[in-house]
């Protein structure tokens, strides 16, 4: 009897092994098991745009939770009042990388997501904004949205990915010698970085300039402006430049 024992004593062993292996099996399920709900600001909270002094604004929402309790992460989209957003108008990741329940939005992109909503200078007008959550490679919207009243200030809110400047007052008289000044990129780790800032070093002397977002005169030429409280503007007039004559960093 001892001897049979000692011969199946090795078979017994694996079988007992796989037994306890196949109890220990844990399968990775990241399926979207719960969404959560919008809770900061408050459907239809209104919100009066001020680029230049006004504080950010913070939407809030519940934790979505994965069936393995894993990471997910949230992206906020905005869209026009009666859409689905499925073609949104404007997509951020939340704070922290989309790591975060949370989305802290500067006066800058709420006046970019207001023009992008049709939203014109001066006026009012709404957005709806909802949360997409995502594990692994499930992604879900919220089923619920909120709305929001923007009040846009005047100015402009989106702009090219280049400006340039010409005129009596600059190294190149004809748009199609016009001075290049481009958009500063964001290259650090920072979310609070404000879009459409341009700069250039070049030189300048009294006269005047018009700012422009091409060289090519037979293209479509948007022209922009500058008015004395230092605004940039739409349209096709000339800016004034008074001091003196030398290299300057715009």
């Not at 049979?4 to 292996?21: D, E, R, T």
């Not at 992604?139 to 929001?148: A, D, I, M």
């Not at 702009?159 to 500063?184: C, N, Q, R, W």
């Not at 090519?216 to 004559?245: L, Q, W």
């Amino acid at each position: 009897m001892k001897a049979f024992i000692l011969k199946y004593l090795p078979i017994l062993l694996c079988l007992l092994m796989v037994a306890s292996c196949a109890k220990d099996e844990y399968t990775l399920d990241t399926t979207i098991v719960e969404l959560g709900a919008l809770t900061e600001p408050a459907n239809g909270t209104s919100v009066d745009i001020d680029v230049e002094n006004g504080p950010s604004i913070t939407l809030r929402w519940t934790p979505a939770r994965s069936a393995d309790g894993g990471l997910i992460l949230y992206k906020v989209l905005f869209d026009k009042v009666g859409g689905d957003f499925s073609e949104p108008i404007y997509v951020m990741p939340s704070d922290n990388k989309g790591g975060s329940n949370a989305l802290t939005i500067s006066p800058v992109y709420l006046n970019i997501i207001a023009a992008s909503a049709g939203i014109e200078q001066l006026t009012t007008g709404k957005v709806i904004w909802t949360v997409e959550a995502s594990s692994a490679f499930h992604s879900q919207r919220f089923e619920v949205k909120n709305e929001l009243e923007l009040t846009r200030p005047e100015g402009l809110a989106v702009f090219p990915h280049f400006m340039y400047i010409h005129g009596s007052a600059t190294e190149g008289d004809e748009v199609s010698l016009a001075i290049a000044l481009k958009e500063i990129a964001n290259e650090l780790p920072d979310d609070n970085f404000a879009p459409g800032i341009f700069e250039s070093v070049t030189g300048m002397q009294p006269g005047e300039y018009y700012i422009t977002d091409s060289t090519n005169p037979e293209s479509v030429v948007n022209y922009y402006y500058v008015k004395d409280e230092v605004r940039i503007r739409a349209g096709n007039t000339h800016s004034p430049f008074s001091v003196d004559e030398r290299a300057y960093r715009l």
